[in-house]
């Protein structure tokens, strides 16, 4: 009877109701919001021939611009590694006072607007600024130079890490470590040899979102990089002063480079984490 | 942690360690946030309340309020829709539309605004349609509200779906089985469950929508006192070199993200269990 027939693969069989209706709700607003809108910039790019294409995106202010971007992203999310991982290590193995606040504050860089971290930044690392006046008449200038542009990014990037590392350390069975220490492993040995492997996977997942992340971040970025072509412009920036311009066309070449190099990174990623999962049930 | 543990690292390696972790905070998180306080306040007071009582500093205020108080709703109501068809039932094609759910997240902010600037721009089939009809929705106030749709979109449902899996179906199964209906069972069954991770959700979507800047400042297109959200406005300031008035604008936010982690902090600390899964059997 075709009333009794089902596909026996597409949906497993409940006697919940509602999966018609939450279902077809969630799509229709997924297409609406997402998947159309996102498509439109494909359709847009494949508007234009490919030699303007490419053109565009290979141009000498674009090259100079994925230069600073993707390196700046990738040299802050390996700061960020280090540091990040640093910081995991305390809050999820020592007690000290105040632990809880420092917590909390690691996640400041996710709730403050990225306009408002883009200016305080660079009110601290300004000629006369609070970090800024030590580090001046060392020749250092940070404030609308490259080096700006990391302060920017190391900001914005370090939750990714403390967040992926610090449940793994938490996690981690003690008992390898007293193990590795009663078989004469001095710490460091212990470190290298028993923890370090089992939190790569989760270092990895941490250092790929913060390098995604730096990649697109625009607000943080753009008081304090004082965006000269060719030596502080990062991509985003590239992509508003096109539009600004009316160059449409542009704008859209440019961006679907930079939605291709997120949608790899969020392959990795979702690859990297598919690994970390797998781990842990390796272990327990 | 036991307080003696023979498997940690001598006391000189654990001082270094706290002194680099929190010294790495304090000038990368710590002053930043502090430096908005200062800067807001280096004229004194009576500076600081002239600059949030601005005529454009209340049309930001309340435009912001607008576009969150339609932004957070209809994500909840998504969220909601979302994490029950995917977390209760068991169907093909669901971590694909998981990942699609989180695509928002890798996209850059000037991407979200500039997909819909081409979408309801002049220069597409549908802008066209739209001009002619006298429709508004780049550089207006539609165009705000759906760039901040799009950057908040996953919050509500990254929160729910993890959690109501973790939850299972049993409970709904009982709730049916005696004859609830659907709604019913998810009012009295699914939503005592998941309430604390839904506040939890919505805190972090609405930090977000107050406080986006990139999507936001491609569709605004930047109309004074038309199309300025606060971010927006604190932009304008700061590029006139009004910077108290910028850091004025701009503690409003930094206080709003401060209450957003103290909340967040809250919940996490008072409601683990209900976060996260309740304790595997």
């Keep these: ?284 | 942690m036991r307080a003696r543990s023979p498997i940690t690292e001598p006391l000189w390696v654990q001082g270094l360690l706290m002194a680099t972790g929190l010294g790495f905070m304090a000038v990368l998180v710590l002053l930043p946030m502090a430096s908005v306080f200062v800067e807001a306040f280096r004229k004194g007071w009576d500076a600081y309340a002239e600059a949030l009582t601005t005529p454009q500093a209340y049309s930001a205020i309340r435009l912001t309020l607008l576009v969150a108080l339609i932004a957070v709703p209809l994500n909840v109501v998504f969220g909601l829709a979302a994490s029950w068809a995917i977390a209760k039932f068991d169907f093909v094609g669901k971590h694909l539309l998981i990942t699609f759910i989180d695509l928002p997240f890798s996209v850059s902010p000037v991407i979200s605004g500039l997909i819909y600037v081409l979408l309801f721009g002049s220069n597409s089939l549908l802008g066209q349609w739209l001009s002619d009809h006298n429709i508004e929705i780049v550089f207006a106030v539609p165009g705000l509200v759906i760039a901040t749709i799009f950057v908040t979109f996953p919050f509500v449902a990254r929160e729910l779906i993890p959690l109501m899996e973790e939850q299972g179906t049993e409970e709904e199964e009982a709730a049916v089985m005696l004859g609830a209906g659907g709604w019913r069972t998810f009012c009295s069954v699914t939503l005592p469950n998941i309430k604390w991770g839904l506040l939890y959700g919505v805190l972090l979507c609405n930090a977000r929508a107050m406080g986006e800047f990139g999507a936001v400042s491609v569709v605004s297109g930047h109309i004074r006192g038309k199309t300025n959200t606060i971010p927006l406005h604190v932009e304008i300031l700061y590029n006139e070199y009004n910077f108290v008035g910028a850091f004025a604008v701009a503690s409003i936010l930094t206080a709003l993200a401060l209450v957003t982690l103290i909340l967040k902090s809250l919940i996490e600390y008072k409601f683990a269990s209900e976060l996260r899964a309740k304790n595997k059997e």
């Design chain 1, 1 to 284: 009877m075709a009333s009794t027939f089902r596909f026996p693969t597409l949906k497993t069989p409940s006697v919940i109701p509602g999966f018609g209706v939450t279902l077809a709700f969630t799509l229709f607003y997924l297409a609406l919001v997402v998947i159309i809108p996102l498509s439109g910039l494909f359709v847009k790019a494949s508007s234009v021939s490919f030699g303007e294409f490419w053109q565009t995106v290979t141009s000498d202010r674009v090259m100079h611009a994925y230069k600073i971007s993707f390196g700046l992203s990738f040299i802050a999310a390996l700061v960020n590694s280090f540091f990040g991982l640093i910081i995991a290590w305390i809050l999820a193995r020592y007690r000290f006072p105040g632990k809880k606040l420092v917590d909390a504050m690691v996640d400041l860089p996710f709730a403050l607007p990225t306009a408002v971290a883009g200016i305080a930044l660079t009110a601290l690392y300004a000629p006369q600024g609070w970090i800024g006046q030590y580090l001046a008449p060392l020749g250092i200038k940070v404030a609308f130079t490259p080096l700006g542009i990391l302060i920017a990014l190391l900001f914005v990037g370090l939750p990714f890490i403390v967040r992926t590392v610090e449940p793994i350390l938490q996690d981690a069975e003690r008992e390898l470590e007293e193990a590795a220490l009663s078989l004469g492993a001095t710490r460091w040995q212990t470190f290298w040899i028993v923890i370090f492997p089992s939190i790569v996977p989760a270092l990895l997942t941490g250092f790929a979102m913060s390098f995604a992340r730096g990649l697109g971040e625009y607000g943080s970025v753009i008081f304090i990089a004082g965006n000269i072509p060719k030596l502080s412009e990062i991509v985003p920036l590239i992509i508003v002063i096109k539009l600004e311009q009316y160059d449409y066309a542009g704008a859209t070449a440019v961006a679907c480079v930079m939605l291709v190099a997120s949608f790899v990174l969020l392959f990795i990623i979702n690859w990297l984490q598919h690994w970390a999962g797998k781990d842990e049930v390796d272990l327990g």
